[in-house]
């Protein structure tokens, strides 16, 4: 296995100089380890290669926003069979960096120009503003009546505030998570009314979310890691990687023929249909998978429960922008590269909770009321009721992930209290 690198300025052809007056920038401490050069594969690695040296912007949120972005300009036309479920190239994907100067908007700039460019059609299919899962729906609806409904069902959401969507998921009577998970899933969309009811079938919904890692930590809901919702989202760390106080080259891909290539091959992948695994590859995916499925503890093995399936749909998507109806072992090994990725940023972004003062209190409070435990109730007079319900929860969440803390429900006068109790005793 290769060691992991970062692209920099040394990755651009030599008889191309620097930007003027360019600083690379240090890697922040604790920062997750950079995903191995195999992640750059192909096509989609030409282009972050070119585009790297004149934007601030890590490669990494480049190349990912790419390989989503494309994945949802393909559509339906080419899908993996896994049994009697299709794995179609949409992804779901959540970069993970501090507000702006992670640069996350400007690494989606460059792939929005690009992506238009190559499929003008797909730029009406843009949208943000995931608010509920009726109009999401809405959005790629099948004909109903006088409704002609919405012909093309491709539809890529760009959030670059994601935490308004973590809000409205947490909503007790929102539709918007139940239909996020089936959009990924690729099955149909319903949610029957007496009023308006909506359907839509053959839906091809990628998303792309941007979001800070405190923002994340102190809105992600603990039912949310627990249903599935969050494992359908690959996160990834993203940072600025330098200072260009001049700027870069604003069009870096012209006079390379690689915008052209891109269009060349996103027309014949809407055509490709069933992508199979080459014979190199079904061995070598087989010891992939046995080592994907292994489970991991706590929050990382919340996140990773569909680690199989997040890294065939992206070997997928390298295997059509190689224009090639099989996975070879070199997609796979750029898919899991991406994928361990993912995992190494999920960990830095969530696993550090258990680390904060609000969850070391808690655990220390139940710890000394061994082996009587608190209610919720009695948990926040015990804080002065100064944590948010969300802050609360998330700390509950992940003490209850690394196995320090469990809950009960016990009876009283009125609704069944959560009784929250220490794990074990502290060692004598």
Excluded at 184 to 205: E, K, Q, S, V
Excluded at 259 to 267: F, G, I, Q, W, Y
Aim: proline share 7%; glycine share 6%.
């Amino acid at each position: 296995m290769t060691e992991p690198v970062t692209l920099s300025l040394l990755d651009q052809p030599a008889d191309d100089p620097p930007p003027s007056g360019t600083l690379t920038l240090p890697v922040p401490e604790g920062w997750p380890a950079p995903p191995e050069a195999a992640v750059y594969h192909g096509l989609a690695g030409e282009i972050v290669r070119r585009i790297a040296p004149e934007t601030e912007a890590d490669p990494v949120a480049i190349l990912s926003q790419l390989l989503v972005a494309f994945g949802a300009a393909v559509g339906r036309g080419a899908w993996f069979q896994v049994e009697a479920t299709r794995h179609h190239p949409n992804e779901f994907l959540v970069l993970i960096g501090d507000s702006a100067r992670a640069r996350k908007g400007s690494s989606w700039d460059h792939v929005q120009r690009l992506i238009a460019g190559a499929d003008q059609q797909l730029t009406a299919r843009i949208v943000t503003g995931l608010s509920s899962g009726e109009g999401l729906i809405h959005s790629v609806r099948d004909p109903a009546g006088q409704d002609p409904g919405v012909s093309d069902r491709r539809l890529l959401v760009i959030e670059p505030e994601f935490v308004s969507v973590l809000k409205n998921v947490s909503r007790e009577i929102s539709t918007l998570s139940p239909t996020l998970r089936s959009a990924w899933d690729g099955r149909p969309l319903a949610i029957l009314t007496r009023t308006a009811p909506a359907r839509a079938t053959d839906a091809h919904i990628s998303i792309i979310g941007h979001i800070t890692a405190t923002e994340l930590r102190h809105h992600i809901n603990p039912v949310e890691l627990a249903n599935g919702l969050l494992n359908r989202f690959l996160l990834l760390g993203c940072r600025r990687v330098r200072l260009l106080p001049e700027g870069g080259d604003p069009d870096p891909l012209n006079s390379t023929g690689l915008d052209r290539r891109l269009a060349t091959t996103l027309n014949n992948a809407r055509r490709a249909g069933q992508i199979r695994l080459s014979t190199p590859a079904r061995h070598a995916w087989l010891d992939a998978y046995q080592r994907l499925a292994e489970p991991l503890p706590g929050i990382a093995g919340a996140i990773s429960a569909r680690a199989e399936a997040h890294t065939i749909r992206l070997a997928l998507i390298y295997a059509l922008l190689d224009n090639t109806h099989q996975i070879q072992p070199a997609h796979l090994t750029a898919a899991l590269a991406l994928w361990d990725y993912a995992l190494r940023s999920a960990a830095w972004a969530l696993e550090r909770t258990t680390g904060d003062p609000l969850a070391r209190q808690i655990h220390a409070a139940l710890i000394h009321q061994l082996p009587g435990g608190l209610t919720r109730t009695e948990l926040r007079d015990l804080l002065h009721r100064n944590p948010t319900t969300s802050q609360l929860d998330q700390a509950l969440a992940a003490l209850a992930d690394d196995r320090k803390i469990t809950s009960s429900r016990v009876l009283t006068a009125g609704r069944p209290a959560e009784l929250w109790t220490a794990a074990q005793a502290p060692d004598a």
